[in-house]
């Protein structure tokens, strides 16, 4: 789209927000409402497979239909000329990995709560029926609002583990687990602690994770001011074998929930 376009007759494009590898987003005003959205693209031709424009389609759909706080609110879908556009509610604010480039290193303490946040949401949706897995946890999915709360944003690649096999393997390198880069590879709740593990590294160390991927190398590597006893958390959350991580983000919320209480941060 053109800025200055005019979506629907109603959203009119204002500028580019981002571009990935699937989609473009663009920042539009409502002049129904006067009210500010993001507009997210998705075009065919540009994803080369028509099963992976059905399933981003799909999972835009899902999405819609959840409630929960951390999530933006979707207003509506539109489609026309192989194209899809998902309009949805514009969050204010800074993502994680730019405050990490802006601040360096996060302090111990803000990680642990931010993780603890993080895992509320992901056992939100491990939770559904069917349960679904987010795929993509990783600080530039995780916007920080100016009074502080956190919102989970890009669901492209959410996908209902329930026993269905998976045809087409999504995430971001140094954040997906080892499992989904195989083709056989299960699945399942575990996947989502594996890419929180690996986004609690980055923000406490600023390690390029896909050069030094966290379950090779302790945060305590990078940073000595991590914590041993948070270090062995995101230590467990890492590792490539599924059997040895937290196996539910209830487990893993409760752990760093006893780092937090116990005052472990300075």
């Not at 080369?48 to 609110?73: I, T």
């Not at 192989?82 to 290193?105: H, N």
């Not at 990078?222 to 074998?241: E, S």
Request: positive net charge.
């Amino acid at each position: 789209m053109e800025i200055g376009s005019v979506l629907g007759n109603r959203y009119e494009i204002e500028a580019v927000l981002g571009e990935g590898g699937f989609s473009k987003v663009y920042l539009a005003v409502d002049r129904e409402r006067g009210r500010k959205w993001a507009v997210k693209e998705l075009d065919k031709g540009r994803l080369m497979d028509g099963r992976l424009y059905q399933m981003l389609k799909n999972e835009a759909e899902l999405v819609q239909k959840l409630d929960y706080p951390y999530f933006p609110h979707i207003e509506e879908r539109m489609e026309g000329q192989g194209r899809c556009y998902i309009v949805m509610e514009y969050l204010q604010g800074e993502t994680l990995e730019d405050m990490l480039k802006r601040r360096g290193p996060i302090p111990p303490g803000e990680v642990a709560k931010w993780g603890r946040d993080m895992c509320l949401v992901l056992g939100y949706l491990h939770q559904l029926s069917p349960p679904l897995v987010y795929r993509d946890m990783k600080p530039g999915n995780i916007v920080r609002q100016p009074g502080g709360n956190l919102r989970l944003i890009d669901f492209g690649a959410v996908w209902g583990w329930a026993g269905k096999e998976e045809e087409i393997r999504l995430g971001t390198k140094g954040y997906a687990a080892p499992e989904q880069m195989e083709r056989d590879g299960a699945i399942d709740a575990r996947t989502d602690i594996y890419g929180l593990g690996a986004t609690m590294y980055r923000l406490l160390t600023g390690a390029d994770v896909r050069r030094f991927p966290a379950g090779e190398y302790h945060a305590r590597h990078w940073n000595r001011l991590v914590p041993r006893r948070l270090d062995k958390v995101i230590w467990k959350c890492t590792r490539a074998n599924p059997k040895e991580r937290y196996q539910s983000c209830g487990e893993l919320e409760k752990e760093l929930w006893k780092e937090i209480k116990n005052r472990t941060y300075v």
